[in-house]
């Protein structure tokens, strides 16, 4: 049995779509530094509901019922609003010189 652990597996999923939409095709005029990504993913991760598990076994359930294309959809959908959002504020050329 392995050890346990804590972990949002809604997190786990967003951080994966946030990297995979921001560096695809459609987005990149956009800023791909470290702050902006981060911004991007609590922006979402505050719009949706988190999913805690405490063992592999139960990480791995969540994630196939997470990743229906239902959900995947809703989730892609908040990405697109967030990455549009955090390239529109106004600190946000001041903030990701910080991160670099």
């Given at each position: 049995m392995?050890?346990?652990?804590?972990?949002?597996v809604t997190e786990e999923i967003v951080n994966g779509l946030v990297k995979?939409?921001?560096?695809g095709t459609e987005y990149q005029t956009?800023?791909?530094?470290?702050?902006?990504?981060?911004?991007?993913?609590?922006?979402?991760?505050n719009?949706?509901?988190?999913?805690?598990?405490s063992t592999a076994e139960a990480r791995d359930q969540a994630?196939?019922?997470l990743k229906?294309?239902?959900?995947?959809?809703?989730?892609?959908?908040?990405?697109?609003?967030s990455i549009h959002a955090v390239g529109k504020k106004p600190d946000h050329k001041k903030m990701s010189n910080l991160s670099n």
């Open positions: 392995s050890k346990p652990f804590l972990v949002n995979f939409l921001l560096y956009f800023c791909h530094c470290d702050y902006c990504e981060k911004e991007i993913a609590a922006d979402v991760l719009q949706l509901p988190s999913y805690y598990v994630f196939r019922k229906s294309p239902e959900n995947i959809e809703m989730i892609n959908k908040q990405i697109i609003l």
